[in-house]
């Protein structure tokens, strides 16, 4: 038997904000990113609680600790360079992977939220984000194409 647990929390000044949307670890929910109203909100189960935030309108991204929910300062913010339209948290956890309206990939420490990677999409907006067992990126396009990175294998 599969037992649930509702977590309530209110997020109502997004000063340093963030969020994610994905799978095996993390659950997310959709806001309207309006005077500071976070537009993603996302769960991170996998290593530390951490609940990640992000506001559109103010472009930020921040990370809060699960038992800190509320008006508690964030353990980490950063800020965006574009409007994102697409992110996803790794199944372990450990990174947060956005896309936005200038077609670029981001991929950030769910810690400190510090840049990890950067990959320059060949199109326009990324739209969708996947991340595949084998660490592939997979990025859907505004324009309907698809673009993959792969992990670079050492000695390969």
Not at 57 to 80: C, F, K, M, R
Not at 102 to 126: E, F, M, Q
Request: a negative charge; hydrophobic letters at 45%.
């Amino acid at each position: 038997m599969a037992t649930a647990t509702a977590v309530s929390a209110s997020f109502t000044a997004c000063a340093g904000a963030g969020a994610g949307s994905g799978d095996g670890g993390a659950s997310s929910m959709h806001g309207t990113g309006t005077s500071g109203t976070p537009s993603w909100v996302s769960l991170v189960e996998a290593i530390t609680a951490r609940v990640l935030v992000y506001c559109s309108d103010q472009l930020t991204l921040s990370s809060h600790g699960i038992n800190a929910l509320g008006h508690a300062p964030a353990l980490a913010w950063a800020h965006t360079t574009e409007r994102l339209h697409a992110l996803v948290v790794t199944r372990d956890g450990r990174f947060l992977v956005t896309g936005g309206e200038k077609g670029a990939v981001v991929v950030r420490c769910t810690h400190n939220l510090s840049p990890w990677a950067r990959y320059d999409g060949p199109g326009p907006a990324i739209t969708a984000l996947w991340v595949t067992p084998e660490e592939c990126l997979i990025a859907g396009m505004a324009d309907g194409r698809l673009a993959v990175w792969a992990p670079v294998v050492a000695g390969a």
